[in-house]
């Protein structure tokens, strides 16, 4: 997990390049999904016989399987097993076996792999876990071992560097314990020493009684889904379909991988520089003649040792490589290379490589690569110092354009003057990741001391204000900074609208004392539609972080004059396997939100969707000044939804601290007239609704749902449900 910025020497970009032994130990566990595909083809085995494994380790009880998120016994269950060799899959090199009760192996520790999920058999055909898996058999069974069961897990060599898994007596129909169904089958893996490295195959034996079908037969790789797998079945990468009939006694499936790639014979040529940042440099290049697979691009800082990539082993952008970091990666001729420190020169490398149709790859040309040198910009722009709007800048949108472009030299203020207007701004405000706003030099924009109801009002369909990958900026509604009055508003009139957006990795900044209005009427934010006042979305694309150590604190979050949003927070993160991606750590604190609602779908005062862990929500008041009618049967309206996890529990989407709000009444602290909800139709309410993931518990503490009016034609209410790992 990312690091508290307390601890940052550098801000979190230098420590992108600079940090090796952190990134390193993450860059190497992860794989490249243009390398990380099932380079295999399958053939059928029709008469070979069947071989039960002889002298095998047997696994015949719970307490030899492995704990982890399943439920731990044969219907549901697996272990761990160390291999006695290398076996180098999807391009990446693995030493453990997931060996499950349902019929799969799958690559590496893959424990925390649900029962839901384990026994699903058109997992081996998406992106639902497990991943990396061979399925002989992949359905919902049992392994059938306890007491009076015959059935038994055995895994073993069965030749020179050949490992063997095998479903002895498992059962043959539903996936309860049997002495009359039963079924047998075997998947083999072939060792680096042995005759035909890197092959799999899949061998069935005898059945009796009752066989039901519906398996999946095949393997896919670390992402899954359309093109990611092999139907044994079919031979398709794309046509998903399960067993009709048991493969037959001594018949079997026979995969072979392609064979090793082959470095392509030259490189690329004529790297020219194109436009330059204090943050960024691109570039571009002539592509080998050859037509490589792809290229391989690595900046260190100039001077720096050179270390060349390894075959068969896919890096991703923004990996380390010994003293430089990953910048591209795939078939594009050109490139941009972000998160680079003001005034450094770096050096760019570039590779060929082929990884196409062919097996142990990527295989790279690290010969006389391509190579060229450019330097950063060193910052400019305001030099550190309090700027007048309209005094030193005409607007807050020169002043953001000065910054986005030059930079800044040492911490800046823009202070917006008494007569202020946002009349003449262009919508949205957009303050841009640089690498000269850091923790030793940040924004702040405020009101000039003595100024009083000012607003930046937008009109447009995005933000207002769009922090798109900005750290260490202070949006604060106190004149001068001081004191406890909001003299700032910031509202979006639209109904696609938001006031302030966070995303591409929008860190370390802070929302305070300020009031904020919208009126977007969306009840399904997501990664690619606005929702909320306040609106958080999700990691760049490039460094796959998320949106961190954000706060909101001392805010008024509310409709714009008579509208009422769907939502006053909304956030969802991106989700893609990796912890890093996830918005962590933000603060909402000692806010108002109120006037939420939507009459036709889902509403909330504070939203917390998936891709999303710790966040800290505590001392605010949600409640509603009118009241509000449902008219869609079904529409559920809640006061905190906080759901971040989704379809299993997880080692993240946990820890959040929810802790002393209040829910209720027409004012803070649930006082006033009831918080009323009608309904001519079927409505649901929830005072909290919070889905948590299971690692670090999650607190909810002190909350109070008081001063509350609900009526309905009969669905249901709750004040607080909270579903698994959370603590009171």
């Keep these: 997990m990312k690091k508290n910025p307390t601890s940052y020497l550098l801000d979190r970009r230098k420590l992108r390049l600079f940090s090796m032994s952190i990134l390193l130990g993450l860059g190497m566990l992860l794989s490249n999904s243009s390398f990380a595909q099932v380079l295999y083809s399958v053939s059928n085995l029709t008469g070979v016989g069947y071989t039960p494994i002889s002298g095998g380790t047997i696994i015949n009880s719970t307490a030899q399987l492995t704990p982890g998120s399943m439920t731990v016994n044969q219907d549901d269950g697996s272990a761990l097993i160390t291999l006695p060799f290398t076996f180098n899959y999807g391009g990446t090199n693995f030493t453990q076996v997931t060996f499950c009760t349902n019929g799969w192996i799958g690559f590496g520790n893959q424990s925390t792999v649900t029962s839901a999920n384990g026994r699903t058999a058109a997992n081996l055909w998406s992106t639902t876990e497990p ?27 069965v030749g020179t560097d050949i490992y063997a898994f095998e479903w002895k007596n498992a059962v043959g129909s539903s996936f309860s314990n049997t002495t009359t169904n039963l079924i047998n089958f075997q998947i083999v893996l072939y060792g680096p020493a042995s005759s035909n490295p890197g092959r799999v195959e899949y061998f069935y034996g005898s059945t009796a009684g009752t066989t039901a079908f519906g398996a999946a037969i095949g393997m896919e790789d670390a992402v899954g889904g359309s093109g990611r797998f092999l139907n044994a079945l079919n031979g398709s990468t794309t046509v998903s379909s399960t067993s009709t009939a048991w493969p037959g006694n001594g018949n079997g499936f026979r995969f072979t991988p392609f064979s090793p790639c082959v470095a392509p014979v030259d490189q690329a040529s004529a790297l020219a520089f194109g436009t330059i940042t204090t943050g960024a440099i691109a570039a571009s290049f002539t592509a080998a003649p050859s037509v490589p697979s792809g290229y391989l691009v690595v900046a260190y800082p100039t001077g720096s040792a050179v270390t060349n990539p390894v075959d068969a082993n896919a890096y991703i952008v923004n990996q380390t490589l010994g003293l430089g970091k990953v910048i591209s990666v795939g078939t594009s001729v050109s490139f941009n290379a972000t998160g680079l420190l003001p005034n450094q020169g770096y050096d760019f490398y570039v590779y060929t490589y082929s990884s196409t149709l062919c097996s142990f790859a990527p295989a790279y040309n690290t010969a006389s690569p391509l190579t060229g040198t450019a330097t ?25 354009t000065d910054i986005n472009t030059n930079g800044m030299l040492g911490s800046v203020i823009l202070e917006l003057e008494p007569g202020y207007t946002s009349g003449a701004e262009t919508f949205p405000l957009t303050i841009s990741q640089s690498a ?13 001391a003595g100024a009083t109801g000012l607003s930046i009002a937008g009109g447009n369909a995005g933000p207002t204000i769009d922090l798109n990958g900005a750290d260490y900026v202070t949006i604060d509604g106190r004149p001068g900074g001081v004191g406890t009055s909001s003299q700032l508003s910031i509202s979006n009139s639209t109904t696609t609208g938001v006031a302030i957006r966070l995303y591409n990795d929008a860190s370390n900044n802070t929302l305070t004392y300020c009031d904020l209005q919208g009126s977007n009427v969306s009840g399904a934010p997501s990664l690619v539609t606005l929702g909320g006042v306040v609106y958080m979305g999700g990691a760049d694309a490039v ?3 998320g949106n961190d150590n954000n706060t909101i604190s001392n ?36 806010c108002n939100i109120y006037d939420y609602f939507l009459a036709t779908g889902a509403s909330g005062g504070i939203k917390v969707d998936v891709g999303n862990t710790g966040w800290n929500i505590t001392n605010n008041s949600l409640y509603q000044t009118a009241t509000r009618t449902v008219t869609t049967a079904g529409a559920t309206h809640r006061g905190m939804w906080i759901t971040p996890n989704t379809g299993s529990l997880t080692d993240r989407a946990n820890n959040f601290n929810v802790s002393n709000n209040y829910i209720g009444g027409s004012a803070s602290l649930a006082g006033g007239s009831p918080y009323t909800i009608t309904s001519a139709t079927t409505a ?18 002190g909350n109070a749902i008081s001063n509350i009016a609900f009526y309905f034609n009969c669905n ?7 579903y698994e790992y959370c603590k009171w």
């Excluded at 991943?131 to 060599?157: C, I, Q, Y």
Aim: charged fraction near 5%; charge should be negative; include cysteine.
């Design 131 to 157: 991943s990396n898996t061979l399925g002989a058999w992949f359905k919902d069974m049992g392994a059938n071992f306890g007491v009076g069961f015959p059935g038994e897990m055995v895994h073993g060599s």
């Design 376 to 400: 950063t910009n060193a910052c400019g722009g305001p030099v550190a110092g309090t700027y007048s709007i309209p005094t030193d800048y005409a607007t807050l949108t020169a002043a953001l």
């Design 436 to 448: 000269c706003i850091n923790v030793f030099s940040t924004l702040t924009i405020r009101p000039q």
């Design 543 to 545: 460094f796959l972080l």
């Design 555 to 590: 805010c008024s979050i509310h409709g714009y004059l008579a509208t009422t949003p769907a939502f006053g927070i909304a956030a969802i993160g991106t989700t893609t396997g990796l912890a890093s991606t996830f918005n962590e750590n933000n603060t909402v604190t000692n």
């Design 684 to 701: 649901i309410m929830y005072g909290m609704d919070i889905s948590v993931g299971s690692g670090t518990a999650t607190s909810v503490q």
């Design 716 to 722: 249901r209410y709750s004040f607080i449900c909270c």
